[in-house]
């Protein structure tokens, strides 16, 4: 059990009036959650303080080796009030995950899961009511040595701060266009694709800026090493219905990022008696299978957006216009249960919603 010290703001921010307008990761709430990690001590002091400015010293190692790590989840308004959580513990365990492979010490689960419980409970008047509308929950880690020698640092700070977010689809689900990428990678194996790392969203920004400049909302990215087989969607894992069948790449090679929403709709479409693939696929696959009509289905998964489906997919002078461009049978029950098992409506399978107050 973490010994948190809370320090409430006097002065309460006011919410915001029009929950129509909230945007994405734009406003953020009254107080966050501080922990401090220090070689032979472990993690200590953990706080909730009022939401403001850290003071770094301008040599603290994230902002010249980005040493650092981050989280996303969820904070929901069910019917009745009370708020819930969609598999937390799904998020800790990755967040220590992505903290081996870039050398950060680990948190103690239990104690992130509490330090992320206690502030939403804190900030429960933050979570917004209209459907659709979440508090987003940003957990991230970053060394805080300063000095410039490139190794580990031996002091870090964990942090979580809040942000009422809107709907995704304020209008309905429109489907998206997604630029197949060529010349740039996001993640090769033996790297840190895996990992939730702000390095590889950098490394990324480039590709998304072009794609967008085009008329693209997000790129499609391939295996950094032959440029053959299909990675994942900007922020979101990838699934492709063929003939019935449901095939979404495999994470065995280290370049994916484990998308908890993608293993719940793995978890979701089994228990439905579909039958899905976790496997290599290759774009030529892809285009072979729309070609003979046997693409179905293209859609996207992620926290941000639940479902985002995947309308238009263009590849050189590839253009494939997926489902007419309208949201499929799979990706809209895959939707209407993973949101109605968020917001409290349906039963989901054991331990995926926790009850935080
Ligand atoms: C966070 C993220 C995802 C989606 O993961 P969820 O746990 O489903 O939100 C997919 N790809 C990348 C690159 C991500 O950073």
């Given at each position: 059990?973490?010994?948190?010290?809370?320090?409430?703001?006097?002065?309460?921010?006011?919410?915001?009036?029009?929950?129509?307008?909230?945007?994405?990761?734009r406003?953020?709430?009254?107080?966050?959650?501080?922990?401090?990690?220090?070689?032979?001590?472990?993690?200590?002091?953990?706080?909730?303080?009022?939401?403001?400015?850290?003071?770094?010293?301008?040599?603290?190692m994230?902002?010249?080796?980005a040493?650092?790590?981050?989280?996303?989840?969820?904070a929901?308004?069910?019917?009745?009030?009370?708020?819930?959580?969609?598999?937390?513990?799904?998020?800790?365990?990755?967040?220590n995950?992505?903290?081996?492979?870039?050398?950060i010490?680990?948190?103690?689960?239990?104690d992130?899961?509490q330090a992320?419980?206690?502030?939403?409970?804190?900030?429960?008047?933050?979570?917004?009511?209209s459907?659709?509308?979440?508090?987003?929950i940003?957990?991230?880690?970053f060394?805080?040595?300063?000095?410039?020698?490139?190794?580990?640092?031996?002091?870090?700070?964990?942090?979580?701060?809040?942000?009422?977010?809107?709907?995704?689809?304020?209008e309905?689900?429109?489907?998206?266009?997604?630029?197949?990428?060529?010349e740039y990678?996001?993640?090769?194996?033996?790297?840190?694709?895996?990992?939730?790392?702000?390095?590889?969203?950098?490394?990324?920004?480039?590709?998304?800026?072009?794609a967008?400049?085009?008329?693209?909302a997000?790129?499609?990215?391939?295996?950094?090493?032959?440029?053959?087989?299909?990675d994942?969607?900007?922020?979101?894992?990838v699934?492709?219905?063929?003939?019935g069948?449901?095939?979404?790449?495999s994470?065995?090679?280290?370049?994916?990022l484990?998308?908890?929403?993608?293993?719940?709709?793995?978890?979701?479409?089994?228990?439905?008696?579909?039958?899905?693939?976790?496997?290599?696929?290759?774009?030529?696959?892809?285009?072979?299978?729309?070609?003979?009509?046997?693409?179905?289905?293209a859609?996207?998964?992620?926290t941000?957006?639940?479902?985002?489906p995947?309308?238009?997919?263009?590849s050189g002078?590839?253009?494939?216009?997926?489902?007419?461009?309208?949201?499929?049978?799979?990706?809209?029950?895959?939707?209407?249960?993973?949101?109605?098992?968020?917001?409290?409506?349906?039963?989901?399978?054991?331990?995926?919603v926790?009850k935080?107050?």
């Open positions: 059990m973490l010994d948190l010290k809370i320090t409430k703001r006097k002065d309460l921010k006011p919410k915001p009036a029009d929950e129509s307008k909230l945007g994405f990761g406003i953020f709430t009254d107080h966050m959650f501080i922990m401090n990690y220090t070689e032979g001590i472990g993690w200590h002091d953990p706080r909730i303080v009022p939401y403001g400015p850290f003071e770094l010293e301008p040599s603290c994230v902002f010249h080796y040493q650092e790590m981050f989280e996303g989840l969820k929901y308004r069910a019917a009745d009030n009370s708020i819930l959580l969609f598999r937390p513990q799904k998020n800790i365990e990755r967040m995950r992505t903290n081996r492979r870039i050398c010490p680990e948190v103690n689960p239990d992130a899961l992320i419980m206690e502030l939403v409970k804190l900030e429960r008047d933050w979570v917004p009511h459907e659709g509308t979440s508090l987003y940003r957990p991230f880690i060394a805080t040595d300063p000095q410039l020698g490139v190794h580990p640092s031996k002091t870090y700070i964990f942090a979580i701060i809040l942000s009422p977010v809107g709907s995704y689809y304020p309905g689900i429109n489907p998206v266009k997604i630029l197949v990428e060529t990678v996001r993640a090769v194996r033996g790297g840190t694709g895996f990992a939730k790392v702000g390095g590889n969203y950098a490394a990324s920004l480039i590709a998304q800026a072009e967008e400049r085009l008329g693209f997000q790129v499609l990215w391939l295996d950094g090493i032959e440029h053959k087989y299909i994942e969607v900007g922020s979101m894992n699934f492709f219905v063929i003939d069948e449901i095939i979404t790449p994470l065995d090679q280290g370049n994916i484990p998308g908890i929403t993608r293993s719940s709709c793995i978890e979701l479409l089994r228990s439905w008696g579909y039958t899905v693939t976790e496997r290599k696929l290759a774009l030529s696959e892809v285009i072979e299978a729309y070609r003979n009509g046997k693409l179905d289905e859609f996207g998964t992620g941000a957006a639940v479902i985002s995947i309308g238009e997919l263009v002078d590839d253009r494939l216009v997926i489902g007419d461009n309208k949201i499929g049978p799979v990706a809209q029950k895959l939707y209407d249960t993973l949101t109605g098992i968020q917001w409290g409506r349906i039963k989901g399978f054991e331990g995926w926790v935080v107050c």
